[in-house]
Nanobody, 122 residues
């Protein structure tokens, strides 16, 4: 059982930055790879970024490469998503999720947080 709690969403102007946090708990939660998904109104949920639980392997969607950075702090059981140069198209509810499968396959994720909203204004 893995519990994930996101925080850090909010309102930001286009071009600005936000850092999302995902606090993870559960006896074996450290052995799960973690991913950030987002879902905008009327759109499908998409995998934005992910990080392997044991090495430095990461995944980024093409739409965020060079702007978003995923990282993890194992001591704090927390995963971060640093989002820079935010665009209007980045506005969505962002979800943290966990998987024991390959981190770049969205269908592998089984545990989810409740989401945090990111609003980008022009």
């Amino acid at each position: 059982q893995v519990t994930l709690v996101e925080s850090g969403g909010g309102l930001v102007q286009a071009g600005g930055s936000l850092r999302l946090s995902c606090a993870v708990s559960g006896r074996t939660s450290s052995t799960y790879s973690k991913g950030w998904f987002r879902q905008a109104p009327g759109k499908e949920r998409e995998l934005v970024s992910a990080i392997n639980w044991s090495n430095d392997n990461t995944y980024y969607a093409d739409s965020v490469k060079g702007r978003f950075t995923i990282s993890r702090d194992n001591a704090r059981n927390t995963v971060y998503l640093q989002m820079n140069n935010l665009k209007l198209s980045d506005a969505a509810v962002y979800y943290c999720a966990a998987t024991r499968g390959s981190l770049d396959n969205p269908t592998n994720y089984r545990s989810w947080g409740q989401g945090t909203q990111v609003i980008v204004s022009s």
